[in-house]
């Protein structure tokens, strides 16, 4: 894929011409209808209302791709308590940095007043307190976002783009690159690195090397992130539709063991199994379909517990003994790593579990099987296994046609087995 988008490539040619100031663009590419109607109300309402008001961040940047943005994010001149006061049904959020939720059936639209960079104050006392609670100037509130092509603003009803730091010109050319000092920007927030190659895995774009440059250095403050921010951000990676992009790229950047154990088994068929599956997960999501979290990391997962079962099944001669120890230790181990919340766990646990019993060919045990709760998922997850070679595909075909059969073809299809 080009990274370069068809309405840019034409638009850059006109570039020069329309351009009016420094940074205000007349830009009329912007196909309206991927915007969300209520973004423009949203915008239009500010406006009438004597203020300024503008889309922001990967909304600006995914429209100008062409793509429709899963949310968006609008900045104004009014403060939070005037963006409330407009809209009856919305609610102030944030303790330090007030912004503002206005609410429209199931979307919301996310309002925020310019705001300027964080600053550090130094103390009498020699502490440095980060103080990120100033409003600002458009371009302020530029400068503190994170990458060139997330700080650009786009105006709906003047088709007027606003970009003060040639984020246009970084898209184009599929570059991300960090706004000012790149080492002091991954510190002030290490997330904006995990930011960084999610947006190269979703757009097929890089990162151009002064922004790549600090990045082996401040991997390790990742895990200063509180985890629940730090868990969303891993988890947006594989499940907002680029699953497969992401997971090359985490492997590239050497970042994915700083959260899953590696597969103990780098061999054609682990890579297929897990390529697989997250071509599935890609799929799924891009069809709106949802997508569990404990399947994912059952397959990310996968190749460590599976070449242990084995070892245990030697040692331990008894099949599902040996395969919950090897369960049991991964999860120790992996949570040791990167903590996988116990809700997901469970389900994990179940799905491997499971698997032994779809070679079980106890005719009483099929049907127990295909009514326990956790059934589909590790239906789904033996398919993969089958997919990859490392089960027999009959077993899968056996499966998939005893689902769909009624009553009378299921007993027909036990009956057989039992007369083998
Ligand atoms: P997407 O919504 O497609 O995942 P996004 O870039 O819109 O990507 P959001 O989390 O919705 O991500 O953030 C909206 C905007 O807020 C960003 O585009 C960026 O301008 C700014 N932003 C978000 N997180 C940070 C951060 N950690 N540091 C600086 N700016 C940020
Ligand atoms: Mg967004």
């Given at each position: 894929?080009?990274?370069?988008?068809?309405?840019?490539?034409?638009?850059?040619?006109?570039?020069?011409?329309?351009?009016?100031?420094?940074?205000?663009?007349?830009?009329?590419?912007?196909?309206?209808?991927?915007?969300?109607?209520?973004?423009?109300?949203?915008?239009?309402?500010?406006?009438?209302?004597?203020?300024?008001?503008?889309?922001?961040?990967?909304?600006?940047?995914?429209?100008?791709?062409?793509?429709?943005?899963?949310?968006?994010?609008?900045?104004?001149?009014?403060?939070?308590?005037?963006?409330?006061?407009?809209?009856?049904?919305?609610?102030?959020?944030?303790?330090?940095?007030?912004?503002?939720?206005?609410?429209?059936?199931?979307?919301?639209?996310?309002?925020?007043?310019?705001?300027?960079?964080?600053?550090?104050?130094?103390?009498?006392?020699?502490?440095?307190?980060?103080?990120?609670?100033?409003?600002?100037?458009?371009?302020?509130?530029?400068?503190?976002?994170?990458?060139?092509?997330?700080?650009?603003?786009?105006?709906?009803?003047?088709?007027?783009?606003?970009?003060?730091h040639d984020g246009l010109n970084d898209l184009n050319r599929g570059i991300i690159r960090i706004i000012g000092n790149p080492e002091k920007r991954y510190q002030e927030d290490p997330i904006r690195i995990l930011?960084?190659?999610?947006?190269?895995?979703?757009?097929?774009?890089?990162?151009?090397?002064?922004?790549?440059?600090?990045?082996?250095?401040?991997?390790?403050?990742?895990?200063?992130?509180?985890?629940?921010?730090?868990?969303?951000?891993?988890?947006?990676?594989?499940?907002?539709?680029?699953?497969?992009?992401?997971?090359?790229?985490?492997?590239?950047?050497?970042?994915?063991?700083?959260?899953?154990?590696?597969?103990?088994?780098?061999?054609?068929?682990?890579?297929?199994?897990?390529?697989?599956?997250?071509?599935?997960?890609?799929?799924?999501?891009?069809?709106?379909?949802?997508?569990?979290?404990?399947?994912?990391?059952?397959?990310?997962?996968?190749?460590?517990?599976?070449?242990?079962?084995?070892?245990?099944?030697?040692?331990?001669?008894?099949?599902?003994?040996?395969?919950?120890?090897?369960?049991?230790?991964?999860?120790?181990?992996?949570?040791?790593?990167?903590?996988?919340?116990?809700?997901?766990?469970i389900t994990m646990k179940e799905i491997w579990r499971l698997q032994p019993r779809f070679e079980n060919q106890s005719p009483k045990k099929k049907y127990r099987l295909l009514l326990h709760p956790r059934f589909?998922?590790?239906?789904?997850?033996?398919?993969?296994?089958?997919?990859?070679?490392?089960?027999?595909?009959?077993?899968?075909?056996?499966?998939?046609?005893?689902?769909?059969?009624?009553?009378?073809?299921?007993?027909?299809?036990?009956?057989?087995?039992?007369?083998?």
């Amino acid at each position: 894929m080009s990274p370069t988008p068809l309405i840019l490539k034409s638009f850059l040619k006109k570039f020069k011409k329309s351009k009016k100031s420094n940074f205000e663009i007349d830009f009329k590419k912007i196909d309206i209808n991927l915007i969300s109607i209520n973004a423009i109300k949203t915008i239009d309402i500010l406006e009438e209302n004597g203020f300024e008001a503008y889309l922001v961040g990967g909304a600006v940047r995914d429209l100008l791709f062409g793509i429709k943005p899963k949310d968006f994010d609008v900045v104004t001149n009014a403060t939070p308590d005037q963006i409330h006061h407009l809209f009856r049904r919305s609610r102030m959020i944030g303790r330090r940095f007030k912004l503002v939720h206005v609410i429209y059936g199931r979307e919301i639209i996310e309002v925020s007043t310019y705001r300027s960079l964080q600053k550090e104050i130094a103390q009498p006392d020699r502490f440095i307190v980060i103080d990120d609670n100033h409003y600002g100037t458009i371009e302020d509130d530029a400068m503190r976002r994170d990458f060139t092509i997330n700080a650009m603003f786009y105006s709906p009803t003047h088709q007027k783009l606003v970009d003060f730091h040639d984020g246009l010109n970084d898209l184009n050319r599929g570059i991300i690159r960090i706004i000012g000092n790149p080492e002091k920007r991954y510190q002030e927030d290490p997330i904006r690195i995990l930011r960084a190659f999610r947006v190269c895995a979703k757009l097929n774009m890089s990162l151009n090397d002064t922004s790549r440059e600090p990045i082996k250095k401040i991997v390790p403050l990742l895990h200063n992130i509180p985890h629940s921010r730090l868990f969303d951000e891993v988890i947006k990676f594989f499940l907002t539709g680029h699953a497969l992009d992401s997971y090359r790229i985490m492997q590239n950047e050497n970042i994915y063991t700083q959260f899953f154990l590696a597969s103990l088994i780098d061999s054609k068929e682990t890579n297929l199994f897990i390529e697989n599956g997250l071509k599935n997960t890609d799929f799924r999501i891009n069809n709106d379909k949802s997508c569990n979290p404990s399947f994912l990391f059952s397959f990310l997962l996968w190749h460590q517990v599976y070449p242990l079962w084995n070892q245990y099944k030697h040692e331990l001669k008894h099949s599902i003994a040996a395969l919950n120890q090897a369960i049991d230790e991964i999860i120790e181990k992996q949570i040791k790593l990167f903590p996988i919340h116990k809700r997901f766990t469970i389900t994990m646990k179940e799905i491997w579990r499971l698997q032994p019993r779809f070679e079980n060919q106890s005719p009483k045990k099929k049907y127990r099987l295909l009514l326990h709760p956790r059934f589909r998922a590790a239906y789904d997850f033996m398919l993969l296994r089958c997919e990859s070679n490392q089960l027999d595909t009959k077993i899968g075909e056996w499966w998939t046609t005893f689902i769909d059969a009624d009553n009378h073809e299921k007993s027909l299809m036990v009956k057989k087995l039992t007369l083998k």
